[in-house]
Every structure is written in C-alpha cells, then in structure tokens.
T-cell receptor
C-alpha cells in the first residue's frame, strides 16, 4: 500500500536556525508529493509539490523540500526559521487523484 | 479566481441528530471534490471524494454519507450523529490528476 510517514510528532527550533521536517514515502511507481501547512482552526495551505524534475523544490514562505529517491524521503526545509512558521505541517502523497496525508508534525519556533 | 466556501464554521449537535455540511466551489467547472476529517487536530482521513455529479466514492465505512447534487456542490450528511463523529471537517477541491488540493476553512463539529 502507498503511504507517507512523518516520524516526528513535534520539532522545536530557535528562531533564525535552520529547520527540517521529515517525511518518508512508500509507493509503487513515481511519487507525487506535497507539503501543506495548517494554522490553528484553519484549513490547509499548499506549500510546495514534487511531480518530476529537479530534486530541490522551492515553495511558499521561503520553504523548500528535497526529494531523495534512494532514501524515499521528501524533507521540508527552511534556512532560517521564524516564530510565525509555528504550525502543523503535513506531508502528502497523491494516489490516483486523492491526497493521502501523513500524521502531521507540530513545528514550534521559539524566539 | 477559484474560491471554496464551507459552512458552518462551528456546529454543536446532540447525539442522534441529523447533520448537513455544505461546500461549494466557484470559478471552476467539473472539479474533483473531497471531504476529509481531522480528529484531535492531527491526521487527516479521507472520507469521500467525487469526480462528477452523482459520483461518490467512500473511503471509510461509517455513519456518514456524501452527495453531489450539482457540479460545484458537495454535501456531507448523517441521519443520526454519534459521539465519534466529532472532529474538524474539511472540504477540498482540485482540477484532478496530480494537481494540488485547495481546502476550505473547515467546520468544527462537536457532538454532545
């Protein structure tokens, strides 16, 4: 079965430090991967996607993600975290037009 | 531009009462439509999706049903709510294929 996993329930970083939110996937065939962010009591907002091409994908709000086929990973990164980046982050896999989400990682950025 | 509307934002219902949540999309035609539920502020579970009027696929057997009476309208219903139906319900649309989903602002349902 195709799936995505986010191994960390929570990630804590200091403002100004780089951040990484991890995601691994399991698919048969080419993966179509997405990152979304959710602020409290809100819908999800699209950050970026990988369909094909360059392994480093740039997205909204300064985020980027690196697709690594050999490690079956799609980690979300940002060079310098902001307090306003604190939110719930979801990795997702497109399976036949449906998005299958990971369990989410709570990112907390402290001043 | 395309927009998605979902209402109500919050809803408190007694156990055994009916439910109707509505979602509409503007600015596009023949979208794929989705209902997700998020429990305890974490993982999202796909409940239903639709690729056209009257075409509904159920992902998880449960106390809920969905209908798509018009091209850009998606309704989530229940005849009798259970306590376990409480959660944050999100509607979404996409152009189809491997494109991204666009989410509504969600409905927080509390069944008491």
């Amino acid at each position: 079965a195709q799936s995505v996993a986010q191994p960390e329930d929570q990630v804590n970083v200091a403002e100004g430090n780089p951040l990484t939110v991890k995601c691994t996937y399991s698919v048969s065939g080419n993966p179509y991967l997405f990152w979304y962010v959710q602020y409290p009591n809100r819908g999800l907002q699209f950050l970026l996607k990988y369909i094909t091409g360059d392994n480093l994908v740039k997205g909204s709000y300064g985020f980027e993600a690196e697709f690594n086929k050999s490690q079956t990973s799609f980690h979300l990164k940002k060079p310098s975290a902001l307090v306003s980046d604190s939110a719930l982050y979801f990795c997702a896999l497109n399976q036949g037009g449906k998005l299958i989400f990971g369990q989410g990682t709570e990112l907390s950025v402290k001043p | 531009s395309q927009t998605i509307h979902q209402w109500p934002a919050t809803l408190v219902q007694p156990v055994g009462s009916p439910l109707s949540l509505e979602c509409t999309v503007e600015g596009t035609s023949n979208p794929n439509l989705y209902w997700y539920r998020q429990a305890a502020g974490r993982g999202l579970q796909l409940l239903f999706y639709s690729v056209g009027i009257g075409q509904i696929s159920s992902e998880v057997p449960q106390n809920l049903s969905a209908s798509r009476p018009q091209d850009r309208q998606f309704i989530l219903s229940s005849k009798k709510l259970l306590l376990s139906d409480s959660g944050f319900y999100l509607c979404a649309w996409s152009p189809g294929g491997v494109e991204k989903l666009f989410f509504g602002s969600g409905t927080q349902l509390s069944v008491l």
